[in-house]
C-alpha cells in the first residue's frame, strides 16, 4: 500500500506495522498494565452515536477554531509523543513542519529526539512545549528558558505521569535508545532496511532535550536512568504555581480526568487543560477520557478552556469529543502513524484524514461551523 491508496488511520497504522521495528511499535501501541483503559477509550468513543440532520443547508462549512485567543485552521493540535524522532528519522521536525502547513499547533514532548532548538530552526511559526516536571528543578528551570527562547507559544504541563504506568511489553523487550539489537530481533531489523538507513544511520537518536545536559549520563541507558529516577511523586498543585512565576505565558495543564481535579486547574490561573487518561498509558482502569468530558465541561467549561485526547482515529471522533464539550482536540497515535509511515508526507496525510472526515461528518450532521457542534448533535445519554 503507497500513501496514495491510503484512505484512513487504520491504513497508516498498517503501514507503519510494516516500517517500523516492533520494539518501537510495541512502545506506541501499548497501554499499561491490562490496557483496559486503553480498550475504553476507543470503545467509548465508538459508542457515541451522531444525529443525522437532512435538508440543513450545510455548505460552506468552516472548519477553524479559535484557540488559546487564536485562529487555527482545524479544531485540533498534534500532541506530544516521546521518542517520535524513532519513528522517522528527525520525526520530531517532520511532524512539525506538517502542523504548520495545516496551520494547526504542534506540541515538542520534553522526551522528543530533535530537541527544541532543532525544532525552532525547522520551522517558522511558534510551537508548544511539553513540559514534565522533574525532581530536577534546575533542568525544569532551563528547559523552560529554553522553551521561551525559542519562542514557544505555550505550555503544556503533563500532570499525570508522577510514577509511570507499567507496559508490559517494554518491559520484555527491554526498550532503551537506540533499541538494543539481541541476536533475535537482528532478522526482524533487517526486514526495515528504510527504517535502518533513516533512523539507525541518522544523526539523532537520542534525547535531544537531555543530551550534553545533564551530568554522568554519557551512554545511552543512563539517560533512561536518569529519567526514571526523576519522576517526582511529590508533585502538587503548589508546583503549578512555581511553573507558572517561571512561564508567565499560556499554560494547559494535561492529564485532567477527575472533575474536582479540573475545578482545582481553573483555580492556577492556566489557559486551558487537557482531559486525558495519557491515551491508557497510565492510570489502568480509570475511565476512559471521553466518558469523563461531558462532567467536566459542565463544571469548568465556561471558566477554562478545554482541549480532549485519548482515542481520536477519526474526523467523527474529533466531532464527538467537540459534541461533549471539548473547544479542540489533541491528536496522538493518529498522526505518529502517519510519521510512522511516511515522516511528514505521513503526517499531513493524517491531519488530512481527520479534517476530511469532520468535514464531511458536519456536513451530514447538518452543521456549519465548529461552534454549532454541540451536545444536540449526538444522541443523548451524555
Ligand atoms: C504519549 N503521550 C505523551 N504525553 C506527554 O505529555 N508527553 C509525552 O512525552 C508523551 N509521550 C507519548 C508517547 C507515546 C508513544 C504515546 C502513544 C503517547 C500521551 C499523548 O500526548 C496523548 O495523551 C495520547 O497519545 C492520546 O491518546 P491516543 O490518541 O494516542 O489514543
Known amino acids: 500500500m503507497t500513501l496514495k491508496s491510503v484512505a484512513c488511520i487504520d491504513d497508516l497504522r498498517r503501514i507503519a506495522h510494516r516500517k517500523v521495528p516492533r520494539d518501537f511499535m510495541d512502545y506506541y501501541e501499548s497501554g499499561s498494565y491490562s490496557e483496559a483503559t486503553l480498550a475504553s477509550n476507543r470503545h467509548d468513543l465508538a459508542q457515541i452515536k451522531i444525529r443525522q440532520h437532512v435538508l440543513a443547508g450545510a455548505s460552506n462549512r468552516e472548519l477553524s477554531q479559535s484557540l488559546l485567543g487564536e485562529k487555527i485552521t482545524l479544531p485540533f493540535a498534534l500532541g ?24 494547526i499547533p504542534y506540541t515538542l514532548s520534553t522526551m522528543s529526539i530533535c530537541s527544541i532548538e532543532d525544532v525552532a530552526a525547522a520551522v517558522e511559526k511558534p510551537f508548544w512545549f511539553q513540559l514534565y516536571f522533574m525532581k530536577d528543578r534546575g533542568f525544569v528551570s532551563d528547559l523552560i528558558t529554553r522553551a521561551r527562547a525559542a519562542k514557544c507559544s505555550a505550555l503544556v504541563l503533563t500532570v499525570d505521569l508522577q510514577v509511570l504506568g507499567q507496559r508490559h511489553r517494554d518491559v520484555r523487550n527491554g526498550l532503551f535508545v537506540p533499541p538494543r539489537v539481541r541476536l533475535g530481533t537482528i532478522a526482524h531489523l533487517l526486514s ?47 508546583d503549578v504555581a512555581w511553573v507558572r512565576e517561571q ?13 474536582n481535579d479540573a475545578r482545582q486547574a481553573v483555580k492556577t490561573g492556566a489557559s486551558a487543560i487537557v482531559v486525558s487518561n495519557h491515551g491508557g ?23 477554562i478552556e478545554i482541549l480532549f485526547d485519548s482515542g481520536i482515529r477519526s474526523g467523527q471522533d474529533v466531532f ?15 498522526y505518529l502513524y502517519g510519521v510512522c509511515a511516511a515522516g511528514e508526507a ?37
Open 80 to 103: 506530544p509523543i516521546g521518542m517520535t524522532g524513532m519513528a522517522h528519522r528527525d520525526g520530531e521536525i517532520a511532524a512539525a513542519r506538517a502542523a504548520e502547513r495545516a496551520g
Open 192 to 238: 526495515k532496511p528504510a527504517w535502518i538507513a533513516g533512523v539507525l544511520l541518522g544523526k539523532r537518536k537520542t534525547f535531544g532535550n537531555l543530551h550534553g545536559r545533564i551530568a554522568g549520563t554519557e551512554h545511552l541507558r543512563s539517560y533512561m536512568e536518569w529519567i526514571h529516577s526523576q519522576f517526582d511523586q511529590t508533585l502538587h498543585w503548589d
Open 247 to 259: 512561564w508567565p505565558g499560556k499554560l494547559i495543564l494535561k492529564g485532567i480526568l477527575d472533575v
Open 281 to 303: 498509558r497510565q492510570l489502568d482502569g480509570a475511565p476512559s477520557a471521553i466518558s469523563m468530558l461531558p462532567r467536566i465541561a459542565d463544571a469548568v467549561g465556561s471558566d
Open 320 to 334: 464527538r469529543a467537540l459534541a461533549l464539550g471539548a473547544r479542540a482536540c489533541l491528536l496522538g497515535r493518529a
Open 346 to 382: 505521513g503526517a499531513s496525510k493524517a491531519i488530512d484524514i481527520i479534517a476530511k472526515e469532520l468535514d464531511v461528518t458536519m456536513a451530514l450532521a447538518g452543521v456549519q461551523t465548529i461552534g454549532s457542534i454541540t451536545r444536540d448533535c449526538v444522541v443523548a445519554d451524555h
